[in-house]
Structures are given as structure tokens and as C-alpha cells.
């Protein structure tokens, strides 16, 4: 087994926009064509330096990907990183993608100074919170939406 995790090129279109739709199918969620495109070119903008994108290859083939996304805090002088985005395809969970990934992200919060990484997930979603208990820790706090 071959894990190589790396930013999210032009070339991934394809792959990205099945790892993407396959999450937000898991969440019951959709977003329309024009959300796509412009998530997908934002990823590549180099002006828009506050977003990453990694994808995970297993053997050559992108099975996972992670979005992130950088901005400033009232409470801090540096950056928090917003980790969005996980997903791992179904048949390769277990096999360390999701903790590759997100340790990508830490890696990168620390290249640029950023002290803090967080992330929401569903309260069902027992799998994945086996993996972010291990890798990070619960806190209190509760999600309001308008």
C-alpha cells in the first residue's frame, strides 16, 4: 500500500469533484454546479492563499481528500485553520487516510504559524470520532446556524 498525500492539482478535477459530491452525499447535502467550479478554481487560485486542498493516492489513485481554510481570530494574533472537508472513501477506511490527511493539514498549519486547527463533525458520525478523539480533543462547544 502506497499513501502519498498531496495538494490538489488541476488535473484532479474529476477525482476532487467525486470525493467532494461522495461527502456531502454522506452529510445529505448537495450544492449546486456553480458551487463546484468555483470551490474547485478557488482551491487552485494562488490569490486565494487562505484555502488548501490535499488529496490522498492509495496506489495511485486519489481515494481521500481534506479542505481547510485559514482566518483570523479576535482571541489570537495568528491564524486558526478551519479544517472543513474530510472524507475517505468507504473501502479504504480503517488504513490511516483520514489521519494522514488531517495530519497534513496540521503539518501545514504549522508551516505557516498556525497554532490551532478545529473541525466539526455530525454527533453519529461514531466512526470518524473514534479517530478525532485519538488525534485532537472534544471540545464543549455547540454549532448555532442561521
Known sequence: ??????????????????????????????????VY???????????????????????????????????????????VCYLQDLYADPEVRGKGIGRALIEAVYAEADRRGTPSVYWMTQDFNTTARQLYDRIAHLTPFIKYSR
Open 1 to 34: 500500500m502506497a499513501l502519498t498525500i498531496r495538494p490538489l492539482t488541476a488535473v484532479d478535477e474529476a477525482a476532487w469533484r467525486r470525493l467532494w459530491t461522495a461527502y456531502l452525499e454522506f452529510y445529505e447535502s448537495t450544492v449546486p454546479e456553480e
Open 37 to 79: 467550479q468555483t470551490t474547485f478554481a478557488r482551491q487552485l487560485d494562488p490569490a486565494h492563499t487562505e484555502r488548501c486542498c490535499f488529496i490522498a493516492d492509495l496506489d495511485g489513485r486519489a481515494v481521500g481528500l481534506v479542505h481547510a481554510i485559514w482566518h483570523g481570530h479576535n482571541w489570537r494574533i495568528e491564524d
